[in-house]
């Protein structure tokens, strides 16, 4: 099945049906690089949804396309998908207002259909009201999951900030004292992949998401690292090349999207902070951030890393060395992937951190 085949290793693939193995590990990489995944955004009628909708997909509310529209009053009439631009697989729902005439608490989730969605992110703005609560208790009963998520924190911060007292670490724990009283808190487990695939699609709000991203391409690396050593193993010259040159293509593309490097991306950020793009491209060291990745750029950048071509160059050259060559050439293979990949996530995730820190200035 597909898990034995990735957990195999170059040892396994040696004595075994490598196209298969291949095949079966190229397919766990695609399903795992597509998990859908369906994110309901709901809560009283002027929480701030839409606008929360627009941030998590590095959207301004005033953005001409794809933006949620958003204002003073309730905006959102209908249940409404918004994917996400990099990932098409992953869809946030801005749903109406909760306790409106046309959406009353009672049947409030069977009208915007709950079973759809892997989990909820319930917005408030304020202190807990009743429907929050109500709201809250109706998703645990239908065995889904939530998030709290407290919208328009600065505009409390202020209003505090003329008492004497003020302390602002003390006003933020009461806050959240005041979600915890108010209702029986559940922890939100998702399966891993989905769990990763939500993680890649955060905006990048403060250096442990990067942490955690980075951690996260670390743990299937190996994957890919084994694939390429399942294709050094058909006799045909060249071909394990143009093979990794494509995995890697895809699996960097995956990196700079999830980190926010792209180039949508950065004039997305540009535009959100007021930083100019071009001061952002200033700081960015990877010539593969800001960039279309291609084989050809691929081909530039391994070139420039020590001793990649070398192992590239062995592996051709051992394949065809009778009874140990292929064994030989796929262990070379691993090796550069798993190489080449931590070397260029190493370089895209310092990126994102330089990026990250220049956004607060």
């Not at 058909?234 to 890697?248: C, I, K, R």
């Not at 009778?322 to 310092?350: C, Q």
Request: overall charge neutral; glycine content about 4%.
């Amino acid at each position: 099945n597909t898990h034995s085949a990735v957990y195999c290793t170059v040892e396994n693939l040696e004595n075994n049906d490598t196209a298969a193995a291949a095949a079966r590990i190229q397919q766990y990489l695609e399903r795992e690089n597509n998990v859908p995944l369906n994110i309901a955004i709901t809560g009283e009628t002027g929480s701030g949804k839409s606008t929360f909708v627009n941030a998590f997909r590095g959207l301004c509310d005033d953005d001409e396309e794809g933006a949620a529209p958003t204002g003073v009053t309730e905006t959102t009439m209908e249940v409404t998908a918004y994917p996400h631009p990099n990932y098409p697989n992953v869809t946030l729902w801005d749903l109406p207002g909760i306790g409106t005439a046309k959406f009353p608490a009672k049947k409030y989730l069977k009208l915007v259909g709950f079973e759809k969605f892997d989990f909820f992110i319930i917005i408030s703005d304020t202190r807990f009201r009743e429907n929050d609560v109500k709201l809250a208790q109706e998703i645990q009963k239908m065995k889904k999951k939530f998030y709290f998520v407290r919208s328009k924190i600065d505009e409390n911060l202020h209003a505090e900030r003329r008492k004497r007292d003020f302390i602002e670490e003390e006003t933020l724990t009461k806050i959240r004292e005041d979600y915890l009283y108010n209702v029986n808190m559940c922890f939100v487990y998702l399966p891993k992949n989905k769990r990763d695939t939500l993680l890649f699609v955060m905006p990048n709000i403060n250096p442990e998401i990067i942490i955690k991203k980075k951690k996260a391409f670390q743990s299937k690396i190996k994957y890919y690292a084994t694939l390429s050593a399942a294709v050094a193993a058909v006799p045909l010259p060249g071909l394990s090349v143009a093979v990794d040159l494509a995995l890697l293509v895809g699996a960097v593309t995956h990196y700079v999207h999830a980190f926010g490097l792209d180039i949508p991306s950065l004039k997305r950020l540009s535009n959100r902070t007021g930083v100019p793009y071009t001061d952002l491209c200033a700081i960015i060291i990877s010539p593969l951030a800001a960039a279309e990745i291609t084989k050809d750029l691929l081909l530039r950048v391994m070139a420039q890393l020590a001793g990649t071509v070398a192992l590239i160059a062995a592996e051709e050259a051992t394949r065809w060395i009778p009874i140990i060559g292929i064994p030989v050439a796929m262990r070379l293979s691993f090796t550069t992937t798993y190489k080449v990949l931590n070397l260029l996530l190493e370089k895209l995730a310092d990126d994102a951190q330089r990026v990250f820190e220049r956004t607060l200035v």
